[in-house]
């Protein structure tokens, strides 16, 4: 029997990685900006935020296990 040859793995590109390195910065710098714009309502806005997402993680969580 011939031994079935596993693909190499994926190597990300040079621009994939740009393109990750700059999601990840600028989301915080987002909010930062926000921050002096807005001052401390935007850490409410974004502790609802939190909040509701979750909630909706643990309900998803609980559906699941009802599933099985």
């Known amino acids: 029997m011939a031994e079935e040859e596993t693909p190499p ?3 990300m590109s040079w621009g994939y ?3 990750i390195l700059v999601t990840l910065l600028s989301g915080p710098a987002y909010v930062l ?3 002096g714009v ?3 309502r935007i850490w409410v806005i974004l502790g609802i935020i939190l909040l509701i997402a979750a909630f909706a993680g643990l309900a998803h969580r609980l559906m699941g296990m009802t599933r099985r």
């Open 9 to 11: 793995p994926v190597r």
């Open 17 to 19: 990685r740009l393109w």
């Open 33 to 35: 900006w926000m921050t």
């Open 38 to 40: 807005e001052g401390r």
